[in-house]
């Protein structure tokens, strides 16, 4: 079944920087597009950075500049590097892909993982 597993999130301080991965399985991962949402407590579910099968990327306003997303086809994960790391940048960090199923599409999303940055 599809599985999708986030780590590297923790405490850093404002200026730092944290590498997030997500580990995929159950699908034809270097096919198909990835994407890091993020949800702040109170707020709505944020798209932050996506890439697809030929490693065209785009990024929410509020991350440009400061973070990148990259895929490791081989090792079926998708990373966000998150650089100049800023206290409203603190959130539950998800990775998401949509995938087609024999009526539509189906969203898939891993647990989250935890990013708090301190002023």
């Known amino acids: 079944q599809v599985q999708l597993v986030e780590s590297g999130g923790g405490l850093v301080q404002a200026g730092g920087s944290l590498r997030l991965s997500c580990g995929a399985s159950g699908f034809a991962f270097s096919s198909t597009r990835m994407e890091w949402y993020r949800q702040a407590p109170g707020k709505q579910r944020e798209l932050v950075a996506t890439?697809?099968?030929?490693?065209?990327?785009n990024y929410g306003d509020s991350v440009k500049g400061r973070f990148t997303i990259s895929r490791d086809n081989a090792k079926r994960t998708v990373y966000l590097q998150m650089n100049s790391l800023k206290p409203e940048d603190t959130a539950v960090y998800y990775c998401?892909?949509?995938?087609?199923?024999?009526?539509?599409?189906?969203?898939?999303w891993g647990q989250g993982t935890q990013v708090t940055v301190s002023s």
């Open positions: 890439i697809n099968s030929s490693d065209s990327t």
């Open positions: 998401h892909t949509k995938l087609p199923t024999n009526w539509g599409t189906r969203d898939f």
